[in-house]
């Protein structure tokens, strides 16, 4: 699995590396995580009197995206809908 460092952690410690004081692993290996999620891609598809999530297949009715005047995201999943991950 992935591990994602604070990019501006790294480089305020970089000192120490220009210094001799660490080795370059061994800073990194130090580093924080960074809290972070990967970014789903979807879109929403037109099944009659819902649109359902490309994504999780949860549906949300029609007269609701009238109301909210369209939703950016799966308010269930959280996928972006801008067309799929194959874009």
């Not at 972070?36 to 994504?55: A, F, I």
């Not at 549906?59 to 999943?77: L, R, T």
Request: overall charge negative; some cysteine.
């Amino acid at each position: 699995m992935p591990r994602y460092i604070d990019a501006e952690a790294l480089k305020k410690d970089l000192t120490r590396f220009y210094d001799n004081e660490i080795t370059a692993k061994e800073l990194i290996d130090e580093q924080p995580t960074a809290d972070v999620q990967p970014v789903k891609h979807g879109r929403w598809l037109d099944n009659g009197m819902v649109y359902t999530c490309s994504e999780c297949n949860s549906s949300v009715p029609k007269n609701i995206f009238v109301i909210d005047c369209d939703f950016e995201g799966c308010p269930y999943c959280f996928a972006r809908m801008d067309g799929g991950s194959d874009e």
